[in-house]
């Protein structure tokens, strides 16, 4: 399918399953089933766990009801991005939800931080097996197999069983369709995939999940939020907390709040022409006023739709602003893209 090109820096674990655009539909318009291998977990233990990550992430833990979750930022002290996560409380545990390729420099940070801290911290990678499900018809597959996750809000968990095995369900925060994870044992996690696929769920690979991050307009660490980005820069403002206290890099976050908006934001590109590579230029009137970080051929209903996701001045990014990379042309555009998704 050489007309879906997606550009990533993602390390591909099951690319494809031979047919990226019916993946990609099945996501937006049914039901996609995936392996999350790529993400891992962290367990936060200890009675100091909830006042020390809460100085450490961008959001705010104190306030967070068990079984509910947020997503932040981890920040150096000049503000900086280190990395991205989700943090849910387990009640007796704090549950890190991240990237495996940001592992390593996450637990290095925290590491340095704690000090006297009644905190540890564990790796669940050989605990924990993360499945996937998204699109309109998830929530059917779910409970034609018996779990219940019709009633989940965003961030939200629910503790059920299935043939006598735990398996905790988590409804995400895509904003373009409503999709669920399913944490569970390793030796469970293939007969839980299997019983989704027989009640029609379709399996999905990386690449129609890279698709569907795009059309959705969600920044992935690495390669569109970098550690030279600022947390205001990325309009992830479900991140922030503003009342929270204090934490690393708090000050500058506050600072750029109390004296207005920074300059360049993140934003969604319609693309007529050849797709640009990732850290293109773009231009208006011959003068560089942003950059290109994912772009994507994405399968809709009215034939391929070429998108981009990249940085921009303020000034010059209101909605169908046309604007150069390349020989390519651009316009600002509102993500998640709607043209892509079934109205």
């Known amino acids: 399918m050489s007309s879906h090109v997606v550009h990533s820096g993602a390390t591909p674990f099951a690319a494809d399953f031979g047919d990226v655009r019916a993946e990609f539909t099945a996501l937006t318009s049914a039901a996609g089933i995936f392996a999350l291998s790529s993400r891992v977990k962290i367990a936060v233990t200890g009675g100091d766990r909830v006042r020390w990550l809460n100085g450490m992430l961008t959001n705010n833990v104190r306030d967070l009801p068990v079984a509910w979750g947020i997503y932040a930022f981890l920040l150096n002290p000049q503000g900086h991005i280190l990395g991205d996560l989700y943090a849910y409380n387990r009640g007796e545990s704090l549950i890190l939800d991240t990237d495996q390729a940001q592992l390593e420099k996450i637990l290095a940070h925290f590491d340095h931080y704690i000090i006297m801290d009644d905190v540890e911290l564990k790796n669940l990678s050989e605990e924990l097996n993360t499945i996937g499900i998204a699109g309109p018809g998830a929530a059917e597959k779910l409970h034609q197999i018996g779990l219940e996750a019709r009633d989940l809000q965003p ?23 409503p999709g669920y994870e399913l944490w569970c044992a390793p030796d469970h996690s293939q007969a839980l995939s ?28 690495g390669q569109d939020i970098r550690e030279r980005d600022l947390p205001q ?9 503003f009342a929270k206290g204090c934490y690393i890099g708090q000050e500058i976050v506050e600072r750029i709040r109390s004296r207005g908006a920074v300059h360049r934001k993140f934003t969604g590109f319609e693309v007529v022409g050849s797709l640009p590579t990732l850290g293109t230029k773009i231009q208006l009137d011959n003068r560089d006023v942003g950059e290109i970080t994912s772009a994507a ?28 990379a390349g020989d390519t042309q651009l ?11 079934p109205q």
Not at 233 to 241: G, N, P, S, Y
């Open 233 to 241: 820069e990325t309009e992830q403002d479900r991140a922030l907390h």
């Open 297 to 324: 051929s994405l399968p809709a209903p009215d034939g391929e739709f070429r998108a981009a996701l990249g940085y921009i001045r303020r000034e010059v990014a209101s909605p169908g602003k046309k604007l150069q």
């Open 331 to 341: 316009s600002v555009a509102i993500v998640p893209f709607a043209q892509v998704f």
């Open 155 to 177: 961030l939200q968990c629910a503790n059920q069983e299935w043939r006598d095995s735990p398996v905790t369900l988590v409804r995400t925060d895509n904003p373009a369709v």
């Open 194 to 221: 299997e019983a989704l696929i027989n009640a029609g769920a379709i399996p999905a690979g990386t690449s129609a999940l890279e698709l569907l991050r795009i059309a959705a307009g969600i920044p992935r660490y």
